[in-house]
T-cell receptor, first 114, second 108 residues
Framework: EPEVTQTPSHQVTQMGQEVILRCVPI?????FYWYRQILGQKVEFLVS????????KSEIFDDQFSVERPDGSNFTLKIRSTKLEDSAMYFC????????????FGAGSRLTVL | AQRVTQPEKLLSVFKGAPVELKCNYS??????LFWYVQYSRQRLQLLLR??SRESIKGFTADLNKGETSFHLKKPFAQEEDSAMYYC??????????FGQGTTLQVKP
């Protein structure tokens, strides 16, 4: 069964450093998403991406965040200058089409900001 | 505002007992509702969606628009059902809005 792959599984960084989280969505999917889950809290939507541009973003997704699909397979989330409160599990997801279809999630990347 | 509420953080039952995980939503249009499950150390995975009207692993969920609910039910819980369960709403933009999650603990 096809899977969404995320790397790294865990990253520890110093406050103020840049972090890039990588995702390889399912190959024939067209819609890509990032979600995050702060420890003990619910899974929150960050951003959706389609046709090489952001289609929707949440209030959390401020200027410190950016997403990119640099080639035909990777989908990255960059945090320019990490803050302590960025410590969370970040989930990538993809779907075949928007609306009623199902999102397939990756295993997540745990980010710890010290 | 779009919102999903799961009132119980933890639900603990004995094996063989019925289970109902509650989910209420707030959405002005016609949402699509999902249940996702996360077993220990595994990724979030789809359990079921309301438009399929199917039973997966013995679980069912019926969308009640009058009560704006989408409760997840299983008549006889098994130990392997122990996991975190998330109710989620898709308001037709592709983005999922999750509830807080309910930990189901099935005791032997």
């Amino acid at each position: 069964e096809p899977e969404v792959t995320q790397t790294p599984s865990h990253q520890v960084t110093q406050m103020g450093q840049e972090v890039i989280l990588r995702c390889v969505p399912i190959s024939n999917h067209l819609y890509f998403y990032w979600y995050r889950q702060i420890l003990g809290q619910k899974v929150e939507f960050l951003v959706s991406f389609y046709n090489n541009e952001i289609s929707e973003k949440s209030e959390i997704f401020d200027d410190q965040f950016s997403v990119e699909r640099p080639d035909g397979s990777n989908f990255t989330l960059k945090i320019r200058s990490t803050k302590l409160e960025d410590s969370a599990m970040y989930f990538c997801a993809s779907s075949g089409y928007s609306g009623a279809n199902v999102l397939t999630f990756g295993a997540g990347s745990r980010l710890t900001v010290l | 505002a779009q919102r999903v509420t799961q009132p119980e953080k933890l639900l603990s039952v004995f094996k063989g007992a019925p289970v109902e995980l509650k989910c209420n939503y707030s959405y002005s249009g016609s949402p699509e509702l999902f249940w996702y499950v996360q077993y220990s150390r595994q990724r979030l995975q789809l359990l079921l969606r309301h438009i399929s009207r199917e039973s997966i692993k013995g679980f069912t969920a019926d969308l009640n628009k009058g009560e704006t609910s989408f409760h997840l039910k299983k008549p006889f819980a098994q130990e392997e059902d122990s996991a975190m369960y998330y109710c989620a709403l898709n308001g037709n933009t592709g983005k999922l809005i999750f509830g807080q999650g309910t930990t189901l603990q099935v005791k032997p």
